[in-house]
Nanobody, 115 residues
């Protein structure tokens, strides 16, 4: 079992920045990759960014160049730095951990970008 706790969401004006945090606990040794997904009202959940234990990253097309994912293995924490935020980035952001056999999800944190 892996537990994920997100924090750092909130309200920001367009063009601003936010940093999201995701702390993992439990069977963290089994985690292969962690990432962030988001879901806006009426839309499907989509990949924002993902990082493997080796440090390889990939991003959704809409956030490429604006968002950066990173991890601190010593703190079992993954970060999402979000810059140049747009109104269309408004969504609930979910932290995700993949163990090779199962996906774990956090409870989500709301990000609202006002135009």
């Amino acid at each position: 079992q892996v537990q994920l706790v997100e924090s750092g969401g909130g309200l920001v004006q367009a063009g601003g920045s936010l940093r999201l945090f995701c702390a993992a606990s439990g069977s963290i040794f089994s985690i292969n990759a962690m990432g962030w997904y988001r879901q806006a009202p009426g839309k499907q959940r989509e990949l924002v960014a993902r990082i493997t234990t080796a440090g390889s990253t990939n991003y959704g097309d809409s956030v490429m160049g604006r968002f950066t994912i990173s991890r601190d293995n010593a703190k079992n924490t993954v970060y999402l730095q979000m810059n140049s935020l747009r109104s269309e980035d408004t969504a609930v952001y979910y932290c995700n951990a993949f163990t090779g056999g199962y996906f774990y999800w956090g409870q989500g944190t709301q990000v609202t970008v006002s135009s």
